[in-house]
């Protein structure tokens, strides 16, 4: 064989090299942590607030905004509908809280609660409905909590400090729900 031929070898061997190393190593890398940051978004523990940002407005009238800001937030895996009226927000879970499990859905819901207030100026109220149990969220409650305004909460380290890492304690929970 003549060089050219070697020099032709040796490509497809370095493309099957290559092409064996993306499909196999790169690939399925990335795809396990897409799948382990999907997961984390679903609990108020692990989630990243950053994608709040995106959803942010003045007024809770825009129900595809209202929609999707819910779709970000932990138990979007939970289907749900909303019911939007004038500044509460109905948002009927599709499942109970036994299923999901009382100390996470009740940890899910402040977060949710608190995010949705934070990111929508005007919204005064959240009734979350599951199968058999209704919960209560005010702006007044929380911002007597928090303090004011709510929108500063969604600056990521003040988010942590103040929402994410008190809800580890079912008395930090409590004080909201009604």
């Not at 382990?36 to 692990?46: C, F, G, M, S, V």
């Not at 709040?52 to 800001?69: C, K, M, R």
């Not at 990521?156 to 580890?168: A, N, S």
Request: net charge negative; charged share 20%.
């Amino acid at each position: 064989m003549n060089k050219k031929n070697w020099g032709i070898i040796g490509l497809f061997i370095l493309a099957g090299v290559l092409f064996c190393t993306v499909q196999f190593g790169i690939l399925p890398a990335q795809e396990a942590k897409r799948v382990e940051y999907q997961n984390r978004q679903t609990d108020a523990l692990t989630h990243d607030i950053s994608v709040v940002e995106d959803y942010q407005s003045p007024y809770i009238g825009d129900a595809s905004n209202t929609a999707n800001l819910f779709y970000h937030l932990p138990m979007n895996n939970v289907s749900m509908t909303f019911e939007i009226d004038d500044t509460s927000l109905t948002v009927n879970y599709r499942d109970t809280v036994w299923n999901i499990g009382e100390e996470k859905a009740r940890r899910d819901m402040v977060y949710n609660g608190i995010a949705a207030m934070a990111a929508i100026d005007n919204l005064s109220q959240i009734t979350f409905t599951f199968v058999g149990e209704d919960f209560f969220l005010r702006r007044d409650q929380i911002e007597l909590v928090l303090g004011k305004p709510l929108d500063a909460l969604l600056e990521k380290e003040i988010w942590l400090e103040r929402v994410q890492e008190p809800l580890h304690s079912p008395d930090f929970v409590r004080q909201f729900l009604m």
